[in-house]
């Protein structure tokens, strides 16, 4: 084994929490090449400064390190995004620009990291996901594990529904793909007893996240972040570092010190979402399943 992906089943400020994995797996594998990848919300338009007079636009993979991110929000909700592209010009004139992250993640990270766009073309995903020997996708908090109607309080499970597709297409091709749960509860969307319950479901087996690595991640968010945003961070690095939690996190416990190794076919089972092929798939069943628009 010589190279292994880590693949954050979002974007922004999980690229940024799932460092904690890579630097686990790094020591865990020293002699292979460690790299980091992430999605990119297809509510937004993405283009990439690598000077001043050049642009690039959102590709099926993009390599970030060293360039300039911006994205643009162009629909309001998945089901509402156009099928049009938009130049860097177009986007100027008619969308509000939002913070976006990754570009100073990148900056501040030893690790090259790649943007992933569900929007474009799952089959070249997956052709690029199985040139790596070994795949850790990786959700932050657990939502990743939603199990249909019965976890009716998960308000974004669509993204982290595309990653067990895409992870489920790679083990298909003979690709070695894990699913790891970093910090369990940290981003509040599962209830205390169903993150357990389905934690149990997909075998779990946990693994202390070291004080140290959320020290490290502390330091980094604190170059990265604008404004307010990255709570999920903040609730990692005050568990694992011993601060003070609020009442609604206490009720995790020691799931918000872990990262949980789980059973990847259990949670692909689990998840109706990720009977889907596609990003346009999972669309389709979440407006049923969720029988409502996913705007954030």
Known sequence: MKRILIVAAGGGYDILTVHLAAWAVQRRYPECTVEIGGMLNPKFRHFYFPDPNTVFSEAVVRQINGLTCVRFRVAPSYEQIPLAEYSYAECMGAFPQKDFPDGRTAAVSEMTLYHLSPRLDTDALVSFLCGYDRVFFCDVGGDILYAGAENREVQTPLMDAYALVLAKKCTEQGT??????????????????????????????????????????????????????????????????????????????????????????????????????????????GSVLLGRQSGI
């Open 176 to 285: 070695d793909c894990r699913l790891w749960v970093i910090a369990p509860g940290a981003d509040r969307e599962l209830s205390p007893a169903h993150l357990r319950a389905n934690l149990l479901r997909v075998g779990a087996e946990y693994r202390e996240i070291p004080p140290e690595d959320a020290q490290r991640l502390w330091e980094m968010y604190l170059q990265v972040r604008t404004g307010d945003h990255g709570k999920t961070i903040r609730h990692i690095h005050a568990a694992v570092c011993g601060e003070t939690l609020t009442e609604e996190l206490k009720q995790y416990g020691d799931l918000l010190h872990q990262t949980a190794e789980c059973d990847l076919r259990a949670a692909v089972s689990a998840n109706p979402l990720a009977l889907a092929e596609n990003w346009q798939g999972v669309l389709q069943i």
